[in-house]
């Protein structure tokens, strides 16, 4: 069956420093979504990637999809602390089915 | 987006019991799901629901364990029925939202269970 393969599971770095989280399909997916969920918090929604090889912007965060549709990264630029959480990939396969990542726990040191 | 919430939020139940978690949108939606998250770990898909139709459940999770209600387009019930300590977690019901045909999940609150 489908399964989304995420890395890191932990994430620990200065705040300042950079942070890239991956994603891994074995099949190709419809679409890809990425998710935040602070501690305590439930997972809140970031962004969709549709297209081959699209890459999309909020800020510090860059998000990109891979040409083959099957990968997928989040990269924050210059960590806050408010960048702490969770982050969780979906993949979306035959339009309603979500696969959500193991997670990426990130954890920013002041 | 769609406002979501559950009751309860959280509990507190002895082995071979049941508990019936609630889950409230406000606005009217065609699929509501609903997730197990056990501490520190991902999200696990139980099942989706629609309206007017039994739910449909993933692989490893059955009718008998998680029965779902879903009598109206704003409304959905999970029952997690003979509980184990197993089954504590938090679970989670969300929508879909918007008119696409991907659409992003909004998600409640979640329901954390302990089971003792």
């Known amino acids: 069956g489908q399964q989304v393969m995420q890395i890191p599971q932990y994430q620990h770095v200065q705040e300042g420093e950079d942070f890239t989280t991956y994603c891994n399909s074995s099949?190709?997916?419809?679409?890809i979504q990425w998710y935040k969920q602070r501690p305590g918090g439930h997972p809140v929604f970031l962004i969709q990637?549709?297209?081959?090889?699209e890459v999309k912007k909020q800020k510090r965060l860059t998000f990109q999809f891979g040409e083959a549709k099957k990968n997928s990264s989040l990269h924050i630029t210059a960590t806050q602390t408010t960048d702490v959480g969770t982050y969780f990939c979906?993949?979306?396969?035959?339009?309603?089915?979500?696969?959500f990542g193991s997670g990426t726990k990130l954890n920013v040191k002041p | 987006s769609a406002v979501i919430s559950q009751k309860p939020s959280r509990d507190i139940c002895q082995r071979g019991t049941s508990l019936t978690i609630q889950c409230q949108v406000d606005?009217?939606?065609?699929?509501m799901f609903w997730y197990r998250q056990q501490p520190g770990q991902s999200l696990t898909l139980i099942a989706t629901?629609?309206?007017?139709?039994?739910?449909?459940?993933e692989s490893g999770f059955v009718i008998d364990k998680f029965p779902i209600s879903r009598p109206n387009l704003t409304f959905s019930t999970l029952t997690v029925s003979n509980m184990s300590p197993e089954d504590s977690s938090i679970y989670l019901c969300?929508?879909?939202?918007?008119?696409?045909?991907?659409?992003?999940?909004?998600f409640g609150p979640g329901t954390r269970l302990t089971v003792l």
């Open positions: 969300s929508v879909e939202g918007g008119l696409a045909v991907y659409n992003e999940q909004f």
């Open positions: 099949t190709t997916l419809s679409n």
């Open positions: 990637l549709v297209k081959s090889g």
């Open positions: 979906a993949g979306v396969y035959n339009f309603n089915k979500f696969y």
């Open positions: 606005s009217q939606v065609t699929m």
């Open positions: 629901a629609n309206q007017g139709s039994e739910a449909t459940y």
